[in-house]
């Protein structure tokens, strides 16, 4: 059974920084891409940033871009998101998904959410 556990969500002011985990269990992590989607107070779901079984291949939504880095630790079973230089439009909670871009919302296997809320 997939299970997907988000962390380290929190209060932030616009141009900090946050650092997001994902402790995954129930599946070959090594063995599947993973993405962080995202959603905002009255919004649908939106894609963040999708990586690589390995890690070599990384993708951002242009509004993270140069902002956001997506990683993962296949040894811990993790996946992280460094957010930088947040904005308030980032305000949202953040889940991480089991596939990449395109198949994330079909496989439809997500954790619980970690609010990220970034407000002076």
């Known amino acids: 059974q997939v299970q997907l556990v988000e962390s380290g969500g929190g209060l932030v002011q616009p141009g900090g920084s946050l650092k997001l985990s994902c402790a995954a269990s129930?599946?070959?992590?090594?063995?599947?891409?993973m993405s962080w989607v995202r959603q905002a107070p009255g919004k649908e779901l939106e894609w963040v940033s999708s990586?690589?079984?390995?890690?070599?291949?990384?993708r951002y939504a242009d509004s993270v871009k140069g902002r956001f880095t997506i990683s993962r630790d296949n040894t811990k079973n993790t996946l992280y998101l460094n957010m930088n230089n947040l904005k308030p439009e980032d305000t949202a909670d953040y889940y991480c998904?089991?596939?990449?871009?395109?198949?994330?919302?079909?496989?439809?296997?997500w954790g619980q959410g970690t609010q990220v809320t970034v407000s002076s």
């Open positions: 998904a089991l596939g990449g871009e395109s198949t994330w919302k079909d496989i439809g296997s």
């Open positions: 129930g599946f070959s992590f090594d063995s599947a891409g």
């Open positions: 990586i690589s079984m390995t890690g070599i291949m990384t």
